[in-house]
């Protein structure tokens, strides 16, 4: 492709090549994995709610900054659909199969890849198992397995609660949902990690969630159990064996991603907040409010893939064209100052933050999540009454991939 083909007379201002592919903004790197929000505030003020940026592999997308913006977005699947077969890159071989975008963007049999009839009637059986599965003892799985956490490191007065706590009691909870046994589940952490970090690993890494899973679907098939992978298999609307592990894959990875970073950051949050801390140890503070704060300070993916648009549009004062990838700034969408012009009013009682997406692929399985981070909260205080960070909150870090910013760790101390 010549220069004069990628700043050519005849390419529409504000198309992502139009800028010059060198200059745009990378979400992947050394600066995207320290200083996100330091990206994400540089292109509000050079580009406005809508911005050009460069994906791993260097594929061109837009990322939407404006909550407003973003709320038009994710509520107008006519727009901005959900179906990465219409990606203008993916469609013209700009895009291989083997890159580590594919598993987050690229398009699979299961709800979120689907708009319309497809995708009511394939969340509608996502719906229906998680809600049987969130009547099954989801806080009764999540207060056991809380407890046999804290056990494995009681006694030695230190833990790190991201290794030893947060990465692994979402998915040991959803070992018990989704049918897998206990021993899967742990394997499948560091896959999961694996997918949303993307680099060289991440094809490999879904490949082996898909196995995994795969093989769970032939084992409830011949003998079904009450879990989510039975209803799935079970469920009216008859989802055959691609959709079924493709669904799988999906309440796995999003549940565990997703609860595990926002019951770090949550814990984070008490444990650097002293008035926090013990308002929740005596009761006095629900725990429901500080992940509400959360939600909108930190929420669990920074940035959500994507939406394609299905005509030529205009959006942020920039023209996109039909098949182009836009991804949403979740983080951002928050934080826009035209919305929260005073980012230090407390925002208590209010659910309007767009942690959880938003319009019809909202998260289904949020409910889930939130009462396994309550569990996991005041189990570990009772627990542990007297726990302490271990070292300054100014030595705290995170690592941030492109959809995703996670504390690194969580260093505590607390009496034997």
């Given at each position: 492709m010549s220069d004069q083909?990628?700043?050519?007379?005849?390419?529409?201002?504000?198309?992502?090549?139009?800028?010059?592919?060198?200059?745009?903004?990378?979400?992947?790197?050394?600066?995207?994995?320290?200083?996100?929000?330091?990206i994400y505030e540089r292109l509000r003020k050079e580009h406005g709610s809508v911005a050009p940026v460069l994906l791993e592999g260097d594929v061109p997308a837009w990322l939407v900054l404006g909550y407003r913006d973003n709320r038009r977005v994710l509520d107008n699947p006519r727009q901005f659909s959900r179906d990465a077969r219409i990606w203008r890159d993916w469609r013209e071989g700009r895009v291989s199969e083997t890159s580590p975008l594919i598993p987050?963007?690229?398009?699979?049999?299961?709800?979120?890849?689907?708009?319309?009839?497809?995708?009511?009637?394939?969340?509608?059986?996502?719906?229906?198992?998680?809600l049987a599965a969130s009547s099954r003892g989801v806080r009764r799985h999540a207060t056991y397995f809380a407890n046999k956490q804290i056990d494995a490191f009681a006694d030695a007065?230190?833990?790190?609660?991201?290794?030893?706590?947060?990465?692994?009691?979402?998915?040991?909870?959803?070992?018990?949902?989704?049918?897998?046994?206990?021993?899967?589940?742990?394997?499948?952490?560091?896959?999961?990690?694996?997918?949303?970090?993307?680099?060289?690993g991440a094809l490999e890494h879904n490949d082996r969630i898909m196995h995994i899973l795969a093989e769970l679907a032939e084992r409830k098939r011949a003998e079904?159990?009450?879990?989510?992978?039975?209803?799935?298999?079970?469920?009216?609307?008859?989802?055959?064996?691609?959709?079924?592990?493709?669904?799988?894959?999906?309440?796995?990875?999003?549940?565990?991603?997703?609860?595990?970073?926002?019951?770090?950051?949550?814990?984070?949050?008490?444990?650097?907040?002293?008035?926090?801390?013990?308002?929740?140890?005596?009761g006095q503070m629900n725990i429901s409010s500080v992940v509400e704060e959360v939600m909108w300070e930190t929420p669990p993916l920074s940035v959500l893939?994507?939406?394609?648009?299905?005509?030529?549009?205009?959006?942020?004062?920039?023209?996109?064209?039909?098949g182009e990838l836009l991804i949403l700034g979740l983080a951002a969408g928050n934080l826009d100052p035209e919305v929260r012009?005073?980012?230090?009013?407390?925002?208590?009682?209010?659910?309007?933050?767009?942690?959880?997406?938003?319009?019809?692929?909202?998260?289904?399985?949020?409910?889930?999540?939130q009462s396994i981070?309550?569990?996991?909260?005041?189990?570990?205080?009772?627990?542990?009454?007297?726990?302490?960070?271990?070292v300054s909150s100014e030595e705290l870090s995170s690592t941030a991939s492109t959809w995703e910013s996670r504390l690194d760790s969580l260093p505590v101390e607390f009496s034997v």
């Open positions: 083909t990628l700043n050519g007379p005849d390419t529409p201002r504000g198309c992502p090549v139009a800028h010059g592919g060198a200059d745009l903004a990378r979400l992947y790197g050394p600066e995207a994995a320290t200083d996100p929000l330091g987050m963007v690229g398009w699979r049999p299961d709800c979120v890849s689907q708009d319309g009839e497809p995708h009511r009637r394939l969340r509608g059986a996502v719906t229906d198992g998680l007065g230190r833990a790190d609660l991201v290794a030893d706590y947060a990465e692994h009691l979402p998915m040991l909870v959803l070992t018990r949902i989704l049918g897998l046994p206990t021993a899967d589940g742990l394997r499948l952490v560091e896959s999961c990690a694996h997918v949303f970090k993307g680099g060289e079904p159990g009450s879990d989510f992978a039975t209803a799935l298999l079970e469920h009216p609307a008859g989802l055959d064996h691609d959709e079924v592990v493709s669904h799988l894959r999906l309440v796995l990875i999003a549940a565990h991603t997703t609860t595990s970073n926002l019951l770090a950051r949550v814990l984070q949050l008490v444990l650097t907040d002293a008035a926090r801390l013990s308002g929740l140890v005596s893939p994507g939406r394609f648009a299905t005509a030529d549009l205009e959006l942020g004062g920039h023209h996109i064209q039909e012009p005073d980012s230090a009013v407390a925002l208590q009682g209010n659910q309007s933050h767009l942690a959880f997406s938003a319009g019809p692929h909202e998260c289904p399985g949020q409910n889930i999540g981070i309550e569990i996991g909260v005041n189990v570990l205080l009772h627990r542990l009454p007297d726990l302490r960070l271990a």
